[in-house]
């Protein structure tokens, strides 16, 4: 049985069924802030636990023999909201799995990573970082990822195999969707608004990867060698694009739909987010290699809002940050009120 954590996530929710559809048995632990629609037509195929990781309860790793790891606080808005929740989630939390893990023989541990440790920022030399390159993440979502890393790498032994996926930003349509991600926004927008808004003269490089094809590489990891993957980091992505280029992919695609979407592109900020990653090394030694284009998944997402799934884009369960903030102000008025009913 494999136990993923954050299950019912963006990732998550199509990672448990890319399980059950490899044969695998499935156990979710999470918290459902977000709710549990992501898993409403497998949840009699697999056992559900609602749970907070900060929380352990050992009982969970009952018969488990892997684990991916997805629980946390999943971008820099979040992580810079409460930095405290932000490391001691991501990161001390992390740790604490590893070591229950460790104790109770469980080897194959996959973790879901960030490509955001590679961040230098877009003034910085623009070179292809890979897994050996010398690293200094400055955001605090990107900081609690690395130091988890290192924290899961100090347990990694014979009895403890970590494998570390340093995802690129992702794309693509989930069951339980969001559009706070930049192909997401922007076909949000081109949908909302019949216009994209590019920062930073659009030049930021970004890795990026479909949804379907990060559940693909927990499932590779799951069926390779131990020794291959056994305390390795692997770099997960599609290509390097530059978010004008994505931008113009999002324009592309609608007009095959018979809709013409405007770019406005705005200069002056240089304060964005860019860096390059190589996969040379996941290719070659995993096995791997992503198949979703982002032209390919942008027109999955337009078939399906087209067809009224995702479609309301108020919904404030779509942006995380949103939510988050959203369900804070909630609890601090029930605290002084009492409950609703």
Request: aromatic share 10%.
């Amino acid at each position: 049985m494999i136990l993923i954590t954050g299950g019912a996530g963006y990732i998550g929710a199509v990672a448990v069924r890319e399980l059950l559809n490899h044969g695998f048995a499935v156990r979710v632990i999470d918290k459902f802030l977000f709710g549990s629609e992501g898993l409403e037509d497998v949840a009699n195929r697999i056992e559900c636990i609602q749970g907070d990781l900060n929380n352990f309860d050992p009982a969970w790793l009952e018969d488990i023999n892997g684990v991916i790891h997805l629980a946390g606080l999943s971008n820099d808005p979040m992580a810079e909201f409460n930095p405290e929740a932000n490391k001691k989630l991501n990161t001390e939390a992390t740790a604490i799995l590893g070591e229950h893990c460790k104790r109770k023989g469980i080897k194959r541990f996959i973790f879901a990573s960030s490509c955001s440790i590679y961040d230098r920022g877009l003034l910085a030399e623009d070179i292809i970082q890979d897994e050996e390159t010398a690293v200094e993440p400055r955001a605090a979502y990107a900081v609690s990822k690395y130091q988890a890393e290192q924290e899961l790498s100090k347990l990694a032994g014979p009895d403890f195999c970590p494998t570390m996926l340093r995802q690129g930003t992702v794309y693509g349509w989930s069951p339980r969707m969001r559009y706070d991600l930049v192909v997401n926004t922007f076909v949000k927008s081109a949908f909302d608004k019949g216009m994209l808004t590019v920062h930073c003269g659009g030049e930021m490089w970004r890795p990026l990867i479909d949804v379907t094809d990060i559940a693909r590489a927990y499932i590779a990891c799951l069926q390779a060698d131990l020794n291959i993957v056994a305390n390795q980091i692997f770099n997960l992505s599609y290509k390097n694009y530059r978010i004008l280029e994505l931008a113009h992919w999002v324009r592309k695609v609608f007009r095959e739909f018979g809709k013409n979407i405007e770019i406005e592109v705005e200069y002056g900020s240089t304060r964005g987010r860019s860096y390059r990653i190589s996969t040379k090394k996941t290719e070659h030694i995993l096995g791997f290699r992503p198949l979703v284009s982002v032209e390919e998944s942008i027109r999955n997402m337009v078939n399906k809002i087209q067809s009224g799934i995702n479609a309301d884009f108020n919904n404030p369960k779509y942006y995380n940050i949103q939510w988050i903030e959203l369900l804070c102000q909630a609890e601090s008025i029930i605290r002084k009120t009492g409950s609703i009913i």
